[in-house]
């Protein structure tokens, strides 16, 4: 008996969240993310799922005339065209709560890898240089302030854990108040320009938008403290990263990191990789065994909307 709905599927994900959907859906996959070779694929899909590469705009949505609900495997909802969704009654689901903890965890690695010095430790480590014991003096996290930029699921979540684990008094700047979280936390809203004079730790969890792109460059960077360490998870373009790599060659920061980049992949001329104050990783911060699984669980929604039900967690 053939299946009930077609879905087309970008990449594949967890098999769980595989398994749901095979049980009454064909799963076909894109043979790249070039939007000519999905156009040729979508003609009589039902769905489409996509994690965190390629796009589902307006001219695939033309092409799909059967397309009901796109899935999207995780958070960012930039690469989904929701204007041209809502205009076809396509629906757009996603993950809002699946990676908060991944992501909020692994800002507080990159953290500890800063402040403690970790990455040259280790390098002078391996090359059995033990003076460097005495030459990498790191500081601690606890009581120093931490500024969060966008305060949403990650943001306070990021918050939470380093007001509960490191005493850190929270700043947070979004175009929402949150008195709940406020109160909980006892975190304090202000203006963009406050929160960059005055953390020692800066969490950018914005998300991309026209208005958010380039949001941190070189006129906030110079209000930061020269011992203060900023942390970008949310997406590359947020930051200016000529503006984050002067910034950290002049040493007018302590420091930064990034799981997130203008161009990704990374390619071996980017500057950031050149320096001894940056540390980085490779868009990697919402891959846990546990959010995998969670993300993939898009599914559900999918299904949701393919079987006439409202689904959970709507974006559009």
Request: hydrophobic share 45%; charged share 25%.
């Amino acid at each position: 008996m053939g299946k009930n709905f077609k879905i087309l599927l970008y990449e594949t994900m967890h098999p769980e969240g595989t398994a749901l959907l095979a049980e009454s859906c064909d799963l076909i996959y894109a043979r790249s993310f070039a939007e000519e070779d999905i156009i040729d694929q979508v003609a009589d899909v039902d769905a489409i799922v996509i994690r965190a590469n390629g796009a589902v705009s307006e001219k695939i949505m033309a092409a799909a005339p059967d397309l009901k609900v796109v899935g999207r495997h995780g958070v960012g909802l930039d690469a989904v065209d929701l204007d041209a969704a809502r205009q076809r009654d396509i629906r757009v689901v996603y993950t809002p709560q699946a990676n908060k903890e991944s992501v909020a965890e692994h800002f507080v690695a990159l953290a500890l890898m800063l402040a403690k010095k970790i990455r040259p430790a280790d390098i002078a480590l391996r090359d059995c240089r033990w003076q460097a014991r005495y030459e990498l003096i790191g500081t601690e996290l606890r009581g120093k302030t931490l500024g969060v930029l966008g305060f949403g699921r990650i943001g306070q979540q990021t918050a939470r854990i380093c007001r509960n684990g490191f005493a850190m008094p929270i700043l947070y700047y979004d175009q929402l108040a949150f008195p709940d979280v406020e109160m909980e936390l006892e975190a304090l809203r202000v203006e963009e320009k406050a929160l960059f004079g005055q953390a020692d730790f800066i969490s950018v969890n914005l998300p991309l938008l026209p208005e958010t792109r380039h949001f941190v460059n070189a006129d906030l960077l110079n209000l930061m403290k020269p011992t203060a360490f900023l942390i970008n998870m949310a997406r590359g373009p947020i930051w200016n990263e000529a503006h984050v790599t002067e910034a950290l060659r002049t040493h007018r920061i302590a420091g930064a990191g990034s799981d997130v980049y203008e161009v990704e992949p990374v390619t071996v001329d980017n500057p950031l990789l050149k320096l001894d104050n940056f540390v980085g990783t490779p868009h990697m911060s919402a891959h846990t065994e546990e959010a995998m699984t969670r993300m993939s669980m898009v599914a559900r929604d999918v299904l949701a909307v393919l079987e006439g039900r409202e689904p959970e967690y709507p974006a559009a």
